[in-house]
């Protein structure tokens, strides 16, 4: 069945890019609405944005949507992550600025919240995408690919000359409230040595040590330290599962990346969908939703951030 939240969730804080405070309502919506937000500082009708592949237009550093009038939002992954990894379907997402506040770097709380509000089962099939074909993309040293698999699976690598990330790698069987019980707290990260180089081009105008890891060579700057020994990549796989949900549907597959940012997985996602015989979209039975991303997860289950 489909699913949404039971009432709405509010949630407020800053941009990371743009340094702006915007206040975020997650509201309940109807079957095969799919996920949306809706900018209420817009006063024109063109203030919907569907969370779809289609709106995807190019940006550093993060996931902007775009709709057709020009009205965008942008750093929506660790939001999209959340509502994926907690197996909500249907949301209209009211926000009254452009860009997600990014809370504390993860979707730790997006997550916390989520699952305290409640989800609400709706009486409506819920489809799928299930992967038929090895679909790959890639650029320079950088690549993703989708492998047919019977579940959702994940696995990611990443390699930095910084002794603090080094080379990371990780493997998740995402069924069953993975996302939440391992990879939900793994906050944002960047080298020292580039905050100031993103600034002068507009970017991490609101990051701080209380949103992101920074590392500079061995060391974490940010107070506290890692969560996780390995969270740089299991970030990057919360990013990789926020980003695919702008399939618009779960995907039954193995979702493979080495160094892949979110332009990567665009790409992997646009070439997936170029071909009709490397998917088949399908009514899920109860085995495959009792093992997609966030069926039946609690809130008990949450990982615990340090």
């Known amino acids: 069945m489909q699913t949404t939240v039971s009432k709405p969730i509010t949630f407020e804080g800053i941009g990371l890019h743009t340094g702006l405070r915007s206040r975020l309502t997650v509201l309940p919506a109807n079957i095969n609405f799919g996920i949306c937000f809706k900018r209420t500082d817009i006063q024109t009708q063109a203030k919907y944005i569907p969370a779809g592949l289609a709106n995807v237009v190019e940006s550093q550093l993060c996931t902007r949507l775009e709709n057709s009038d020009g009205v965008s939002v942008s750093t929506i992954e660790h939001l999209m992550a959340a509502l994926v990894g907690c197996g909500v379907n249907n949301v209209l997402l009211e926000i009254d600025g452009p860009e997600v506040p990014i809370l504390d770097g993860s979707a730790l709380v997006f997550v916390k919240e989520i699952l305290?509000?409640?989800i609400k089962l709706q009486k409506q099939p819920l489809k799928a995408i299930?992967?038929?074909?090895?679909?790959?993309?890639?650029q320079e040293l950088a690549w993703a690919k989708f492998e047919p698999s019977i579940n959702s699976k994940m696995s990611f690598s990443i390699e930095f000359a910084e002794e603090a990330i080094g080379t990371q790698s990780k493997t998740?069987?995402?069924?069953?409230?993975?996302?939440?019980r391992e990879l939900c707290d793994s906050r944002t990260f960047c080298r020292y040595s580039e905050v100031e180089a993103m600034r002068t081009k507009g970017l991490a105008l609101g990051g701080s040590y209380e949103n992101a890891v920074v590392v500079d060579g061995n060391n974490i700057l940010s107070p506290g330290g890692l969560r996780?020994?390995?969270?740089?990549?299991?970030?990057?796989m919360l990013d990789a599962l926020g980003d695919l949900a702008l399939a618009e549907?779960?995907?039954?597959?193995?979702?493979?990346?080495?160094?892949a940012g979110h332009g990567i997985t665009h790409g992997l996602l646009r070439n997936l969908f170029s071909d009709k015989s490397n998917f088949e979209i399908f009514s899920?039975?109860?085995e495959t939703i009792d093992n997609l991303p966030g069926t039946g997860v609690?809130?008990?289950?949450?990982?615990?951030a340090i």
């Open 228 to 236: 996780h020994f390995d969270e740089p990549v299991r970030h990057k």
């Open 130 to 138: 299930r992967i038929l074909k090895t679909v790959e993309y890639k």
């Open 298 to 304: 609690k809130l008990s289950e949450v990982c615990k």
């Open 172 to 180: 998740l069987d995402m069924s069953n409230g993975s996302f939440v």
């Open 249 to 259: 549907y779960p995907i039954i597959g193995h979702y493979v990346g080495y160094r």
């Open 284 to 286: 899920c039975d109860k």
């Open 116 to 118: 305290k509000t409640g």
